[in-house]
């Protein structure tokens, strides 16, 4: 079923006076997904929106707005709709990890529940397969970037690396053998980097075993 399209102008209208021409823009550029009203395309957009610079609460926002009016979205958005345009989102922002090394807190605790999702033991304790590299650093910006660098130099195998909202760095990563060496190649690298000579940085391995379903609240007392 298709959107209407007396439903969808008055959607990009809303957009245009709430949220500006760049929402305007990006929704008007993702709109022959979306008035198809396919389920699926819903990863698409949501990867295209992330792409264009805007927040996932804001694409969330857009289209609880737009399921006001459309009976089609709404049915989309409560059978896995809003599921796939995060996960689409996290896509998009991963895509340009190369030139953003650190990405937002949103995008991890994306991938947490993704990695919990595919686990082949799900009520598993996370700390069993999952562990955080938590690196908190006192200095400027400067320092900061310094740190994420080193972060990415050391954990280069597509492991996410994000930033709390209190600046902390979050790396997400396997439990494995080589995590302890790895982790202590970090500290080495930062306690020689002459940038950060008079920088205060810890840097730590968060253990994680509890349960699957805490987990998301865990990490938000740990960015906290």
Not at 128 to 144: Q, R
Not at 165 to 190: C, E, N
Request: charged share 20%; hydrophobic share 45%.
């Amino acid at each position: 079923m298709q959107i209407r399209r007396r439903v969808f102008g008055a959607w990009l209208h809303d957009l245009k006076v709430g949220w500006g021409e760049h929402a305007y823009r990006s929704a008007s550029a993702i709109s022959p997904v979306l008035a198809a009203g396919q389920i699926g395309g819903l990863h698409t957009i949501g990867s295209s929106l992330a792409a264009d610079g805007h927040s996932l609460d804001n694409v969330l926002a857009w289209f609880r707005l737009l399921a006001l009016h459309s009976r089609t979205v709404r049915h989309q958005l409560e059978h896995g709709g809003v599921e796939s345009l995060a996960s689409g989102w996290a896509d998009g922002v991963l895509h340009q990890e190369h030139s953003t090394t650190v990405v937002p807190f949103e995008v991890l605790r994306l991938r947490v529940q993704q990695q919990l999702a595919a686990a082949a033991q799900p009520d598993a304790a996370p700390g069993a397969h999952l562990a955080l590299v938590v690196i908190d650093s006192v200095g400027n910006a400067e320092c900061a970037a310094r740190a994420a660098r080193h972060a990415r130099d050391t954990f280069h195998t597509g492991e996410t690396i994000a930033a709390s909202p209190t600046g902390k760095l979050l790396v997400l990563t396997h439990r494995d053998a080589d995590l302890g060496r790895r982790t202590l190649s970090l500290i080495d690298a930062l306690r020689h980097d002459d940038l950060l000579h008079s920088t205060q940085v810890r840097v730590w391995i968060e253990p994680l075993a509890m349960a699957a379903e805490h987990f998301d609240a865990h990490l938000l007392s740990l960015a906290s």
